[in-house]
């Protein structure tokens, strides 16, 4: 709901250079990463799901959402709608607990693979691969993968989406 407050009116700001602003498409970018996010568990878990991209205003608008007919419909919008999110994230975060361009790329790889075997059409394997070739391009090096289940992992490059708690 909040994803979708976000995505939804977030011209409604005057933004230097509109469309074009970095901050606006990295904030856009991480909204249409976290609906998608919980849309693809959601579709993976249960398949028919109700599904909306602009919330409903009253209690009668949300008595008109919709069951999908099945994920199929779920798994091709989160896989375009990641498209428009990747485009606009930066490569690298600001902090460990934002999202980037290889999150962004990982989710929607994962969301073809759950695709791929829920629909058992191997078609949705091809967007698996292209992403993850992307992926490999552009990764680090390699950390001691013993660290990442340490205090002070935060900022091994391949911890995403962490929260410092002091």
């Not at 059409?121 to 292209?130: K, R």
């Amino acid at each position: 709901n909040r994803a979708n407050t976000v995505i939804n009116n977030i011209d409604n700001y005057a933004w230097p250079g509109g469309e074009s602003n970095a901050e606006r498409n990295r904030i856009l970018g991480e909204a249409i990463v976290v609906r998608d996010y919980i849309y693809m568990e959601l579709a993976a878990l249960y398949g028919r799901i109700m599904f909306y991209t602009v919330n409903p205003e009253t209690v009668a608008d949300s008595k008109e959402v919709k069951q999908t007919d099945g994920p199929k419909e779920v798994f091709d919008f989160i896989l375009d709608d990641l498209k428009t999110a990747i485009a606009g994230l930066p490569q690298t975060p600001a902090n460990k607990s934002m999202v980037s361009k290889p999150a962004a790329r990982l989710l929607r790889a994962r969301c073809a693979a759950y695709a791929a075997g829920y629909l058992k059409d191997n078609s949705y394997f091809n967007i698996t691969l292209e992403e993850t070739k992307e992926l490999l391009a552009n990764a680090p090096q390699l950390a001691d993968f013993g660290k990442l289940f340490r205090t002070g992992c935060q900022n091994e490059d391949e911890v995403i989406l962490v929260k410092d708690f002091n």
